[in-house]
């Protein structure tokens, strides 16, 4: 007779109840904590929303708020809250309050969403420990103050230092982790725009008692384009007044594309520090192009800076105080601001900056700015230079160049043209002004002598649209002092001065041989306040082929007048030989 085995379950009788005893407290528990989620739905809710409120002094407004259980990243058991929807609005400003609570038509902070976790095991008690709040697509809109209306201070009812990450209420956040976030600080005065920022990822902790928070930063520059990182330590955000919230931190920005603006090309990186509170931060810092260039000339020189900026954070005007600059072989300082403004000229809305600032150097090259400016591989000349400056760039789309605007002094010595026959002339002309026409005729056409002329130049000048304007430039060569006046177009290398020429010998002694004594007639026609010859010149053609000659028009104009009123005719300039 077979004998029936009993099954497992009629075999493990108390494993069996023991079972569907604990199926039945989990259930039992599972409806308890929902019960629970559920309960503490419309309390969280409500402290979120009051809490802002108390904040902010200002409306708060959320469309959609929930409460589920489940277990947060680490495994821990409790509830997520979760919101969509969040509007705060800008505060009140309070009578006699000298901050920047403000009443407005666009909500101070727009919340796409928000997520946070609370463990079962903290108690329902105020305030609560989070470890970290996840928000997503944040946009803060900072009005301007002139917007701000007066209520009365009574209904104040204490200072509003905001601590960023207390942004739910009475409530002790770890870590606040951002991503989408968009801040935009509207400009206090006419004319100005609006700084905007667009932070990819906006990570707070470390947060203190006091609001201050460590953070780390990840935002995109819209021009030049490229990404910022910074880390550093913010806060307390003062609600009354952002601008004097305080900040500490370094940043560093690579591979930006300088051809954004029109006219000039090359790829910055940058890196520095910065210190104080929003409204004037202190920026130490440094920047390199090495292939900085116009694109007009397309010459590229490789540019270097060190600087010291005050910068207002809540419209990114800045004072540079100084910064010291290098251009290839040159180094020069700049002083001055640069303020953003509404431009006319700006086809896609993207606001412009007004440059203005003093430029010196006392130890540089023409050669550097000038290789900078010049199409083609050779400057009109070397030298060294000494120059003082001031140059406003005003905004616009149109090439940098063209907007470019400069005024000042220079002292160039050692001056020696990189045209053959321009250099040639100076030699020739330098001997002849001193009585040597013998040297000058035997080293005509040598291209390359062993005692090359150095000369030197001196003058004012302006930049405007590409030319350069020279009112008063003396040019200074051995045995000759030139004055002239003209201009000098930088695209097309066109050269146009006119200006006399004092030689220290006089005509007989500059031509030389039978020719001379010829002309020894005719020296004093030519002798004038103490110089040996005076003639008036005319220095023309382009940088590649100029004419340096003999202005026959200015010497009719001041010839001696024959007794019967007719020009004398003057024998042939040696500057013509």
Known sequence: ?????????????????????????????????????????????????????????????????????????????????????????????????????????????????????????????????????????????????????????????????????????????????????????????????????????????????????????????????????????????????????????????????????????????????????????????????????????????????????????????????????????????????IIGVHTSESTDHIPGHDIALTVGGANTHVEDFLRLATNGSKPLLTGDLAFNASLHIPPGDSDVQKRLELQGHFNLDHVEFTNDKMQGRVRELSLRAQGHPGQAKSEKNDPAPNNPVQSSMNGNFTMQQGIITLPNLVYAVPGADIHLHGTYAIDSGAIDFNGKARMKATVSQMVGGWKGLLLKAADPFFKKDGAGAEFPIHVGGTRDNPDFGLDLNGMKSTSPQSPGGSSQTHPQSPLQH
């Open 1 to 337: 007779m077979t004998q029936t085995v009993p099954s497992f379950w009629r075999r493990h009788r108390v494993f069996k109840w023991t079972l569907i005893a604990a199926s039945s407290l989990f259930v039992v528990l599972f409806i308890m904590f929902a019960v629970v989620a559920r309960r503490a739905e419309p309390f969280l809710r409500e402290r979120v929303i009051s809490g802002l409120a108390e904040r902010f002094h200002a409306r708060v407004e959320l469309d959609n708020f929930k409460v589920v259980l489940g277990n947060s990243l680490h495994g821990e058991w409790g509830l997520w809250a979760e919101g969509k929807g969040l509007r705060i609005w800008p505060p009140q400003k309070a009578v006699n309050s000298p901050g920047l609570l403000i009443s407005s038509n666009e909500p101070l902070i727009r919340l796409r969403s928000f997520r946070f976790h609370i463990p079962l095991r903290l108690h329902i008690a105020w305030p609560l420990h989070i470890s970290s709040v996840r928000l997503a697509g944040l946009s803060v809109h900072i009005p301007p103050r002139a917007h701000a209306t007066e209520i009365p201070k009574k209904q104040l009812s204490r200072p509003t230092l905001l601590a960023a990450a207390s942004i739910f209420g009475r409530v002790q956040i770890d870590r606040v982790l951002c991503t989408d976030t968009d801040l935009v600080i509207e400009p206090g005065k006419p004319g100005k725009v609006p700084l905007r920022f667009a932070i990819a990822h906006l990570t707070l902790d470390s947060i203190a008692s006091d609001g201050s928070m460590h953070f780390q930063a990840e935002l995109t520059n819209p021009r030049p384009p490229g990404v910022i990182q910074s880390s550093g330590i913010f806060g307390p955000w003062v609600v009354d007044d952002p601008g004097a919230s305080s900040v500490a931190g370094t940043y560093s920005f690579h591979n930006a594309d300088l051809s954004v603006f029109h006219g000039i090309a090359g790829i910055l990186s940058s890196t520095g520090s910065y210190r104080g509170i929003l409204r004037e931060l202190v920026v130490d810092g440094e920047a390199n192009v090495p292939d900085f260039r116009l694109t007009r000339a397309n010459n590229p020189m490789q540019l270097h800076t060190l600087y010291h900026a005050i910068v207002d954070g809540t419209n990114g005007d800045t004072r540079l105080e100084p910064v010291n600059a290098t251009l290839g072989h040159s180094s020069f300082v700049a002083r001055g601001t």
